[in-house]
């Protein structure tokens, strides 16, 4: 089985500073891999996602983040941190057997505090 | 706004009773996804169905069932409900049931809440 490991639960930057959140991941084979954010008392939404094309992914909102096979890493950015960057993030594995389906592997989530 | 609605959006019951949660695709979406979020197991997959065809099983609780019609609604069946089965559980859908360009895009979810 697929897994994702985020390695920190919380994360603070101050507003305008550069964002860093760290995921690992672990696969028997070429993983497809996301993230998702979740504002409070909202659903998630897809910011990114990186099927075996280029490796570094760009996203919404100025998030990108790039695979590095050799460290099984994906790792979400972003240069300038806002205001409304405030929320829980998701790194994602996608398990699938094939193309008859498809189980999304959810991190433990990072939750993003901003400083004014 | 993903597309995906989701019915009730809150609903508090007690201990031992029964509740349907409802959800409604994207449009042209083929896949419905449920997911639970708790505060102790995080999100997990609980199933899938593809075009009324149950394609995958995650950690769904047998007292659990799920469903998907015709019009491609699904409904979500909780039975003699739990303290432990208070989460948020989510709908997801997608136009293909997996392979690297499926993206699958999550509804707002239903809180749960049993007393």
């Keep these: 089985a697929q897994s994702v490991t985020q390695l920190d639960s919380h994360v603070s930057v101050s507003e305008g500073t550069p964002v860093l959140l760290r995921c690992n991941y672990s696969s028997s084979y070429s993983p497809s891999l996301f993230w998702y954010v979740q504002h409070p008392n909202k659903g998630l939404q897809l910011l990114l996602k990186y099927t075996s094309a280029a490796t570094l992914v760009k996203g919404i909102n100025g998030f990108e983040a790039e695979f590095k096979k050799s460290e099984t890493s994906f790792h979400l950015t972003k240069p300038s941190a806002h205001m409304s960057d405030a929320a829980e993030y998701f790194c994602v594995v996608s398990d699938r057997w094939g193309f008859g389906n498809e189980k999304l592997t959810f991190g433990t989530g990072t939750r993003l505090t901003i400083i004014p | ?115």
């Design chain 2, 1 to 115: 706004d993903s597309g995906v609605t989701q019915t009730p959006k809150h609903l508090i019951t007690a201990t031992g009773q029964r509740v349907t949660l409802r959800c409604s695709p994207r449009s042209g979406d083929l896949s419905v996804y449920w997911y639970q979020q708790s505060l102790d197991q995080g999100l997990q997959f609980l199933i899938q169905y593809y075009n009324g065809e149950e394609r995958a099983k995650g950690n769904i609780l047998e007292r659990f069932s799920a469903q998907q019609f015709p019009d491609l609604h699904s409904e979500l069946n909780l039975s003699s409900l739990e303290l432990g089965d208070s989460a948020l559980y989510f709908c997801a859908s997608s136009v293909e049931a997996g392979g690297p360009g499926n993206t699958i895009y999550f509804g707002e979810g239903s809180w749960l809440t049993v007393v």
